[in-house]
């Protein structure tokens, strides 16, 4: 499967961006999609993942209440609408793609070892 993220820009702190997943080459019903950021300097780090066989989405304590992950299956895409943006936001944004097939997946999966398709990041800048 292909995955490519889009959608990051520069803005300043409390605004939104929504980022963009689209996915290629497979039904995305049976994918469990992550989505991870790396900060200049600093190790990966699950944000959220959301199981489509679940219906279910999960998200990093720090950004609870801030960020929104979707999806639109007829799409093929997944989204991560991310409010209140802060400096510490600041990273470069990935998605990621686990196929599951109908094993329901019930927990956040925000290790990256778990997952073994990747797409290019996308850069979210926040200034303060």
């Known amino acids: 499967v292909q995955l490519q993220a889009s959608g990051g820009g520069s803005v300043s702190a409390g605004g939104s961006l929504r980022l963009s997943c689209t996915f290629d080459?497979?039904?995305?019903?049976?994918?469990?999609i992550g989505w991870f950021r790396q900060a200049p300097g600093k190790e990966r780090e699950g944000v959220s993942s959301?199981?489509?066989?679940?219906?279910?989405?999960y998200y990093k304590d720090s950004v609870k209440g801030r960020f929104i992950a979707s999806k639109d299956v007829a799409k093929n895409t997944v989204y991560l609408q991310m409010n209140d943006l802060k400096p510490e936001d600041t990273a470069i944004y990935f998605c990621?793609?686990?196929?599951?097939?109908?094993?329901?997946?019930?927990?956040?999966?925000?290790?990256?070892?778990?997952?073994?398709?990747w797409g290019q990041g996308t850069l979210v800048t926040v200034s303060s």
């Open positions: 959301i199981s489509m066989s679940a219906g279910k989405t």
């Open positions: 990621a793609a686990k196929w599951v097939g109908l094993v329901v997946i019930t927990r956040a999966r925000l290790d990256e070892d778990w997952y073994s398709s």
């Open positions: 080459g497979d039904t995305l019903t049976y994918y469990t």
